[in-house]
T-cell receptor, first 114, second 113 residues
Framework: NAGVTQTPKFQVLKTGQSMTLQCAQD?????MYWYRQDPGMGLRLIYY???????DKGEVPNGYNVSRLNKREFSLRLESAAPSQTSVYFC?????????????FGEGSRLTVL | GENVEQHPSTLSVQEGDSAVIKCTYS??????FPWYKQELGKRPQLIID?????GEKKDQRIAVTLNKTAKHFSLHITETQPEDSAVYFC????????????FGTGTRLTVIP
């Protein structure tokens, strides 16, 4: 099992450009998440999906959109990137639908917006 | 939303000594408290968790204690080893029913050989 796979690992964008981060899990988990990690701020939830076809906002959703394409895949889109979105992004999945189970993280995607 | 505070932000210990990291939370209805370890350049990984109906949980050199009255929980690492050097994050669950964890800001632990 590959676990949680996210792409790309690194990306540099110019302000105003768009991009999509892809995430897939092969553990048949119900819930999937997108977090961003900034120095000194821990992990902050952007969006989550408790099941296929549903998505909900987390703490910091502004400037992002998500799609739960099927049970395996959950993508994060930046429509018009801003320097404030420079961060490391982690996708995660969990068997739990209530935020009370282990999160399995991908390797992270480092995004720089110039 | 939930507010999770974590202290200290950095911690250095000699190999073989113990390390303690503390977190406080604001939502008295939170019922799940995991700890994640993140090595440099790697993904966070769960090392131990505790639920609100338990006061203490141990796994070899790692233990977590929970004080619901005071709304704080702590990670204890005994007989520290260089491979324990990492950033540790505490978290608490969202009691509103949302599928979310609120993370602390992290503690960078350095174990000096």
């Amino acid at each position: 099992n590959a676990g949680v796979t996210q792409t790309p690992k690194f990306q540099v964008l110019k302000t105003g450009q768009s991009m999509t981060l892809q995430c897939a899990q092969d553990m048949n988990h119900n819930s999937m998440y997108w977090y961003r990690q900034d120095p000194g701020m821990g992990l902050r939830l952007i969006y989550y999906s408790a099941s296929e076809g549903t998505t909900d906002k987390g703490e910091v959703p502004n400037g992002y959109n998500v799609s739960r394409l099927n049970k395996r895949e959950f993508s994060l889109r930046l429509e018009s990137a801003a320097p404030s979105q420079t961060s490391v992004y982690f996708c995660a999945s969990s068997e739990s639908r209530r935020g009370t189970g282990e999160l399995f993280f991908g390797e992270g995607s480092r995004l720089t917006v110039l | 939303g939930e507010n999770v505070e974590q202290h200290p932000s950095t911690l250095s210990v000699q190999e073989g000594d113990s390390a303690v990291i503390k977190c406080t939370y604001s939502d008295s209805a939170s019922n799940y408290f995991p700890w994640y370890k993140q090595e440099l350049g790697k993904r966070p990984q769960l090392i131990i968790d505790i639920r609100s109906n338990v006061g203490e949980k141990k796994d070899q050199r790692i233990a977590v204690t929970l004080n619901k009255t005071a709304k704080h929980f702590s990670l204890h690492i005994t007989e520290t080893q260089p491979e324990d050097s990492a950033v540790y994050f505490c978290a608490s669950s969202d009691s509103t029913g949302a599928n979310n964890l609120f993370f602390g800001t992290g503690t960078r632990l350095t174990v000096i050989p």
